[in-house]
């Protein structure tokens, strides 16, 4: 089993909508957890980190779930400008990326 | 204040050339990483430095070596290169604990 895996879309969804992504891990003693978006031909870069009691920022909603070992981003009303990829992460002595989620809003 | 800065921007190889790309961060950090990116590959670790005279091997040393020259400077080469390593490199750092990476604009480097 890889150590971050996510579904690798493409997610096509209409503007306005919600979307949501999740993302697993395979190890337990992994102690922190990021949101990261990359656009096309541009380095990453982080979107929110996640803790452990959930947290949100405007329209972007994180949660963490230790004890099935994934991690989720909700994305309400849904912009254009929202279309990228969406990587998660995972540090535990270093950090791992998921292989990223492409996400398609579609006018 | 610059970030994480990489240099080259952009490279293409012969096979069997060697060439190191360069990464310094000036925002005192004291890891700093190495990834390479391809078509629905993700992210995928090379080598990655917790701190300055520390190197260690992510999920894809093969056919690289790294230097921590110094707090601000980690450098990948490549001593002979092979097709397989076109890709776009990234270098990324960040502060102890909990905390996110930061990342360089990218290397694009195409072996030919």
């Known amino acids: 089993r890889k150590e971050v895996e996510q579904d690798p879309g493409p997610f096509n969804v209409p503007e306005g909508a919600t979307v949501a992504f999740n993302c697993t891990y395979s190890?337990?003693?992994?102690?922190?957890f990021f949101w990261y978006r990359q656009d096309c031909r541009k380095e990453p870069k982080l979107l929110m980190s996640v803790y452990s009691s959930g947290n949100e920022d405007g329209r972007f909603t994180a949660q963490l779930n230790r004890a099935s070992q994934y991690i989720s981003l909700l994305i309400r009303d849904s912009k254009l400008s929202d279309s990228a990829t969406y990587l998660c992460?995972?540090?535990?002595?270093?950090?791992?990326f998921g292989k990223g989620t492409r996400l398609h809003i579609l006018p | 204040n610059a970030g994480v800065t990489q240099t080259p921007k952009f490279q293409v190889l012969k096979t069997g050339q060697s060439m190191t790309l360069q990464c310094a961060q000036d925002m005192n950090h004291n890891s700093m990483y190495w990834y390479r990116q391809d078509p629905g590959m993700g992210l995928r670790l090379i080598y990655y430095s917790a701190s300055e005279g520390t190197t260690d091997k992510g999920e894809v040393p093969n056919g690289y070596n790294v230097s921590r020259l110094n707090k601000r400077e980690f450098s990948l080469r490549l001593e002979s290169a092979a097709p397989s390593q076109t890709s776009v490199y990234f270098c990324?750092?960040?502060?102890?604990?909990?905390?996110?990476?930061?990342f360089g604009q990218g290397t694009r480097l195409t072996v030919v």
């Open positions: 992460a995972v540090k535990d002595d270093k950090i791992i």
């Open positions: 990324a750092s960040r502060i102890p604990g909990n905390t996110e990476a930061f």
């Open positions: 190890n337990s003693a992994s102690q922190s």
